[in-house]
């Protein structure tokens, strides 16, 4: 079955930059998706179309796309932004649909 | 407003099955595919299956082909998620979500999610 792989975490101090990798091999073909979840909350779209926002979300988060690796960017991390992050994806029919495993960021 | 509204936490023994429900409202539910997403307790997001709320074709994972069953119901906005033969690691959060069938903005609005807990 199609996976995608992500960094179990990351760590930071505010105000640097986080950088979150997804690794798939359908990803040159089909749009990345990201989501933020806080505990106890439902996720929330951050990115979509690899690197579209959604509006209402801040423009320190982005996305970037390379071959079968996407990447979410946080520019200035703040204390707020410590969450669980799961990217998403299709394999290559398209029909069938996969989360990465998460990362979780710490905002030390 | 634009929601998902989804029932309430269900407690069930070994061997049930379990159904639940996904309301929509504030938009067009027939422009919109649902997507249904589980969360064990402490790990991460794991992918059901969809439905387009159109003309009702139905998806699932392989892990669940079989035990799971996405229906909707268009004259109530509601799409409904039917999962079988529940085992302990069925317990966690199950979770609704649309994606626009014609358009691609992702997963743009989650319900607040059901808590299922198989226990005997």
């Known amino acids: 079955s199609y996976e995608l792989t992500q960094p179990p975490s990351v760590s930071l101090a505010p105000g640097q930059t986080a950088r979150i990798t997804c690794s798939g091999e359908a990803l040159p073909i089909q749009n990345a998706y990201w989501y933020q979840q806080k505990p106890g909350q439902a996720p929330i779209l951050i990115i979509y179309k690899d690197t579209e926002r959604p509006s209402g979300i801040p423009e320190r988060f982005s996305g970037s796309s390379s071959g079968t690796t996407v990447t979410l960017t946080i520019s200035g991390v703040q204390a707020e932004d410590e969450a669980d992050y799961y990217c998403?994806?299709?394999?290559?029919?398209?029909?069938?649909?996969?989360f990465g495993g998460g990362t979780k960021l710490t905002v030390l | 407003q634009v929601q998902l509204v989804q029932s309430g936490a269900e407690v069930k023994k070994p061997g049930a099955s379990v159904k639940v429900s996904c309301k929509a409202s504030g938009y067009t539910f027939s422009s919109y595919t649902f997507h249904w997403v589980r969360q064990a307790p402490g790990q991460g997001l794991e992918w059901m299956g969809w439905i387009n709320a159109d003309n009702g074709n139905a998806k699932s994972s392989q892990k669940f082909q079989g035990r799971v069953t996405i229906t909707r119901d268009t004259s109530a906005s509601t799409t409904y998620m039917e999962l079988r033969s529940l085992g302990f690691g069925d317990t966690a959060v199950y979770y609704c979500a649309r994606r626009a069938t014609t358009s691609d903005h992702g997963m743009d609005v989650w319900g607040q999610g059901t808590a299922v807990t198989v226990s005997s």
């Open positions: 998403q994806s299709a394999d290559y029919s398209g029909t069938l649909w996969v």
